[in-house]
């Protein structure tokens, strides 16, 4: 069964220091991975997702991500920490079997203190 | 482009009760997701309708859990009787297909607490 791991509760960083929130998957098959993130009481807004190609992958709001096959991770990053930044980030993995199920990570809460 | 709409926004039940959630996807997306978020974990999917038909419902409690999408649009999930450990966010999302890559959208959630 695909899944991943963000062994990371919590990622405390300073507003303009660079940010990493780790993921790493184990899948069957080609990985095809994505991330989210979830504000307090709101639903979850898609960030960026790799298919294939590029190895660095770029998505909202400044983000991008760097998938590495030989580590099985797919690392979410900023250069430039905002305030604003501050939520939940969940890593997912499209299961294989029928349809688009997603298999999401159990979320990193990162914290940008000014 | 209007979101993926969700009501209610919040709901406390005693357990033993039934409760119904409801959902209404972005125009033209033909896949519907139910995903149940207990605090401190990730999304896990419920059901899955592509259309009308359901193509996953696998980790669906069925004793307990049903769920419905007539006319391939709005959709409900209903929980029947309620217990403690259902007390949980309830999202739902959306998908213009179940191809492999479209992104999902999400709603705002339903919290329900179970009492």
């Known amino acids: 069964a695909q899944s991943v791991a963000q062994p990371e509760d919590q990622v405390n960083v300073a507003e303009g220091n660079p940010l990493t929130v780790k993921c790493t998957y184990s899948?069957?098959?080609?990985?095809?991975l994505f991330w989210y993130v979830q504000y307090p009481n709101r639903g979850l807004q898609f960030l960026l997702k790799?298919?294939?190609?590029?190895?660095l992958v770029k998505g909202s709001y400044g983000f991008e991500a760097e998938f590495n096959k030989s580590q099985t991770s797919f690392h979410l990053k900023k250069p430039s920490a905002l305030v604003s930044d501050s939520a939940l980030y969940f890593c997912?993995?499209?299961?294989?079997?029928?349809?688009?199920?997603?298999?999401f990570g159990a979320g990193t809460i990162l914290r940008v203190k000014s | 482009e209007a979101g993926v709409a969700q009501s209610p926004r919040y709901k406390i039940i005693e357990k033993r009760q039934s409760v119904a959630f409801w959902c209404n996807p972005i125009?033209?997306?033909?896949?519907l997701y139910w995903y149940q978020q207990i605090l401190g974990q990730g999304p896990k999917l419920l059901i899955q309708?592509?259309?009308?038909?359901?193509?996953?419902d696998s980790q669906l409690p069925k004793d307990r859990f049903s769920a419905e999408r007539l006319k391939g649009v709005d959709s409900t999930l209903k929980i029947q009787p309620a217990k403690l450990e259902d007390s949980a966010v309830y999202l739902c999302?959306?998908?213009?297909?179940?191809?492999?890559?479209?992104?999902?959208?999400f709603g705002p959630g339903t919290r329900l607490t179970v009492l």
């Open positions: 999302a959306s998908s213009f297909d179940s191809g492999s890559f479209n992104e999902q959208f």
């Open positions: 899948v069957s098959g080609n990985p095809y």
């Open positions: 790799y298919i294939t190609g590029d190895n």
């Open positions: 997912a993995v499209r299961d294989g079997g029928s349809g688009n199920k997603l298999v």
């Open positions: 125009s033209g997306h033909a896949t």
């Open positions: 309708f592509q259309n009308n038909g359901v193509v996953d």
